[in-house]
């Protein structure tokens, strides 16, 4: 998230104490004793602990007691009462201020020791994807919809293994940490077995297997698998996830769908059978996006789904990471406003010149 807000209102956090007396005494000599403004003196430390450290407050506490006596002797108000109340209310709310301040700092030592440990969580979880692996280059985008959020629902990974390279892009049902813990035992079945299993599809059932001795009750995981090997196809194995969209060097667009819909990870019940695999030709020149549903189902004000297709254009960019950012950066502009799920994208990019087209398995 970007801080481009936070500088402005800290700026004007720390001149409002002085600014807030300032205008008290300002108003109590020119209105008098009378009107009685003596006690809002107590503003300035008030202010100070909402943004300024301890030490600060108690500091603006203090100006504030001089300020106090001095306008109090000056209105003549220690020949009664009212001089001595309104210094106690400049006392306790420079306490109060210094409380208040030292609570906060302590909450923002701990809210930087959280974010330090979800950033490692998420290096463990989800590791930074290789720039280049064989003829393919490669980049990645994470956008989650809980604010400060590192982390979330989806998953993505992509492994150079003995059989070709092994891509995976998920969405966990739900959110928070129950859905961090599920992509977790998805990702690390994920990565041993992208190593050991021969095809695809027995990488699937492995994956099915891992989650359903994880996941509880109904919940589920929607992913995709992509093996790239070096014949310029690629091969999909769908579990209910959004269709991949292939941008052929022309610029056309495909979303390849699977020859048959197939339930989600740990959905699977004995006797049912589980995808198909489908080849797709991926040729040099060639681009791959993966995605989950909180980029297709993103709604604009109007409700209208994010057109995906139509933005394959900004997939030209040379540099695929700038490409993907601008993708991104225009899908938040579409949604006009924080996203209501979390959006993973990775591309690929086939590097040289080509053509391809679809090609089921027989």
């Known amino acids: 998230m970007g801080m481009g807000g936070t500088a402005p209102d800290s700026a004007t956090l720390s001149w409002m104490p002085v600014a807030a007396m300032a205008v008290v005494a300002a108003a109590d000599v020119v209105a008098g004793p009378g009107v009685g403004f003596l006690p809002l003196v107590s503003l300035g430390p008030a202010f100070s602990g909402l943004a300024g450290g301890w030490r600060r407050t108690a500091l603006i506490g203090s100006v504030a007691l001089v300020l106090c006596v001095g306008l109090g002797l000056y209105d003549g108000l220690f020949e009664e009462r009212r001089g001595f109340t309104a210094m106690v209310s400049v006392a306790g709310v420079t306490g109060a201020g210094i409380a208040a301040a030292v609570m906060r700092s302590r909450r923002e030592a701990e809210l930087a020791s959280v974010r330090s440990i979800a950033e490692v969580a998420q290096r463990v ?33 992509m492994v150079a293994s003995p059989h070709g390279i092994r891509v995976i892009v998920g969405d966990v049902q739900g959110k928070g940490l129950a859905a961090v813990e599920t992509a977790a035992v998805v990702l690390g079945a994920f990565r041993e077995a992208a190593h050991d299993e021969a095809d695809l599809v027995g990488l699937g059932e492995r994956l099915e297997r891992s989650v359903a001795r994880e996941l509880e009750g109904e919940k589920f995981v929607t992913a995709v698998l992509a093996e790239i090997g070096p014949d310029g196809v690629v091969v999909f194995l769908n579990y209910g996830h959004p269709a991949p969209m292939v941008v052929r060097q022309d610029g056309a667009v495909d979303f390849p769908q699977p020859p048959v819909y197939a339930l989600p990870l740990g959905l699977g ?39 995906l297709g139509e933005r394959a254009d900004l997939l030209k960019e040379p540099d695929a990471h700038r490409a993907l950012e601008a993708l991104r950066e225009d899908l938040v502009r579409h949604a006009a406003g924080p ?24």
């Open 125 to 157: 979880l989800l590791r930074p994807v290789p720039r280049t692996a064989g003829p393919l280059q490669a980049a990645v985008s994470y956008t989650s919809a809980v604010a400060e959020a590192r982390i979330g629902g989806d998953l993505y990974e």
């Open 269 to 307: 019940a004995q006797g049912i059978e589980g995808p198909k695999p489908y080849r797709v030709d991926f040729t040099p020149g060639e681009q791959l996006l993966l995605y989950t549903d909180g980029v297709s189902e993103a709604r604009d004000a109007g409700g209208s789904f994010y057109p």
């Open 339 to 362: 996203l209501h799920d979390d959006a993973a994208m990775l591309l690929l990019r086939y590097h040289g010149h080509g053509e391809g087209k679809s090609v089921p398995i027989t």
